[in-house]
């Protein structure tokens, strides 16, 4: 990504002169890759449309597929869905590159899942589960689609009665929105967990049903109860959600101020506490399997087992 700015000198209350940041041009250059991160090896995908003023496309994720499930992947799709404002009627529009055509291709009217006329405010982390790619809002629900098919269908499925809000209009608000909410998987389910903004702090967790249709409550917690002092949590030190433990779907990340917390919900007991720094995110990840190591292919041919899409300059 390469980003310009404006950074005039300007005389401060001291005398002195200092540059000063007044504007950001956000409608950059962008060049994207998919990495293996075990080699470090990477393949630079095309530019999506043929250029490379395409920052705005940020909801992008990445699916593989292998002919056979004991084998590493053979096969990956890259895309990005967005509603299709352009087009007539309620549809949306999804740029894809499948790793066998070599190609970005652009599908469009694909048919609206959504049951309401409200517009849909997709996070930039996107989702790989169940052979199909998850775009979150945490507002609302989930859209899901398989980017491999030839005419890919368009599900969603809302969040947990009760826990469906006004749509996030600012920035400022998907921020503090993130705090108390978080979409990922856990144990190869789709979960959703949310925590209470006043005492006492209560952490709820829900798992997608296996037919899609609505969501299992799995655990509820009173944080202001496990906390050491809890009664004493305010204001800013209140928990926040930092991630779900992909391996156990009963562990949950939190943090208060600048510590990390890993929280066991079947026993509501705190398992461990490491000091992280003020506005440092918490991330799930699991290290892929050496077995994937030697699976690559020349630059030609498909790549067996790029996982994960990267932006970079």
Same mark, same amino acid.
């Given at each position: 990504?390469?980003?310009?700015?404006?950074?005039?000198?300007?005389?401060?209350?001291?005398?002195?002169?200092?540059?000063?940041?007044?504007?950001?041009?956000?409608?950059?250059?962008?060049?994207?890759?998919?990495?293996?991160?075990?080699?470090?090896?990477?393949?630079?995908?095309?530019?999506?449309?043929?250029?490379?003023?395409?920052?705005?496309?940020?909801?992008? &994720?990445? #699916?593989?597929?292998? $002919?056979?499930?004991?084998?590493? +992947?053979?096969?990956?799709?890259?895309?990005? *869905? /967005?509603? %299709?404002?352009?087009?007539?009627?309620?549809?949306?529009?999804?740029?894809?590159?499948?790793?066998?055509?070599?190609?970005?291709?652009?599908?469009?009217?694909?048919?609206?899942?959504?049951?309401?006329?409200?517009?849909?405010?997709?996070?930039?982390?996107?989702?790989?589960?169940?052979?199909?790619?998850?775009?979150?809002?945490?507002?609302?629900?989930?859209?899901?689609?398989?980017?491999?098919?030839?005419?890919?269908?368009?599900?969603?499925?809302?969040?947990?009665?009760?826990?469906?809000?006004?749509?996030?209009?600012?920035?400022?608000?998907?921020?503090?929105?993130?705090?108390?909410?978080?979409?990922?998987?856990?144990? &190869?389910? #789709?979960?959703?967990? $949310?925590?209470?903004?006043?005492? +006492?702090?209560?952490?709820?967790?829900?798992? *997608? /049903?296996? %037919?899609?249709?609505?969501?299992?409550?799995?655990?509820?917690?009173?944080?202001?109860?496990?906390?050491?002092?809890?009664?004493?949590?305010?204001?800013?030190?209140?928990?926040?959600?930092?991630?779900?433990?992909?391996?156990?779907?009963?562990?949950?990340?939190?943090?208060?101020?600048?510590?990390?917390?890993?929280?066991?919900?079947?026993?509501?007991?705190?398992?461990?506490?490491?000091?992280?720094?003020?506005?440092?995110?918490?991330?799930?990840?699991?290290?892929?399997?050496?077995?994937?190591?030697?699976?690559?292919?020349?630059?030609?041919?498909?790549?067996?087992?790029?996982?994960?899409?990267?932006?970079?300059?």
């Amino acid at each position: 990504m390469d980003v310009t700015g404006m950074a005039p000198i300007v005389a401060t209350r001291g005398g002195t002169q200092e540059r000063e940041l007044t504007a950001i041009n956000l409608d950059c250059d962008m060049t994207r890759f998919v990495c293996n991160p075990l080699s470090g090896q990477v393949f630079r995908l095309p530019d999506i449309d043929g250029t490379k003023k395409t920052s705005w496309y940020t909801e992008m &994720g990445i #699916l593989t597929q292998s $002919e056979r499930p004991d084998r590493p +992947p053979d096969r990956y799709a890259v895309a990005v *869905l /967005d509603e %299709d404002h352009d087009g007539e009627g309620r549809s949306f529009v999804m740029r894809r590159f499948l790793s066998q055509r070599r190609e970005w291709e652009k599908l469009v009217g694909l048919p609206s899942p959504l049951p309401l006329a409200r517009r849909i405010i997709i996070d930039p982390v996107v989702l790989a589960l169940a052979g199909r790619l998850w775009w979150v809002d945490a507002s609302w629900g989930v859209i899901s689609s398989n980017p491999f098919s030839d005419q890919p269908d368009l599900r969603f499925v809302e969040l947990p009665r009760g826990s469906v809000t006004e749509p996030v209009e600012s920035l400022e608000d998907w921020r503090l929105q993130r705090r108390y909410r978080h979409i990922g998987v856990s144990e &190869g389910r #789709l979960r959703y967990a $949310e925590v209470s903004k006043e005492k +006492p702090f209560l952490l709820s967790s829900f798992a *997608l /049903d296996d %037919d899609e249709s609505g969501w299992t409550l799995e655990h509820r917690v009173a944080l202001s109860r496990v906390f050491p002092h809890g009664d004493h949590l305010s204001g800013d030190d209140t928990p926040h959600i930092g991630a779900l433990d992909p391996l156990s779907a009963s562990i949950m990340y939190l943090t208060v101020a600048e510590q990390s917390f890993s929280l066991d919900m079947n026993r509501g007991k705190l398992l461990s506490c490491s000091f992280t720094g003020e506005g440092t995110p918490t991330v799930a990840w699991i290290k892929p399997n050496p077995f994937c190591r030697n699976f690559f292919k020349h630059e030609d041919r498909c790549q067996k087992d790029f996982i994960r899409h990267i932006g970079s300059c």
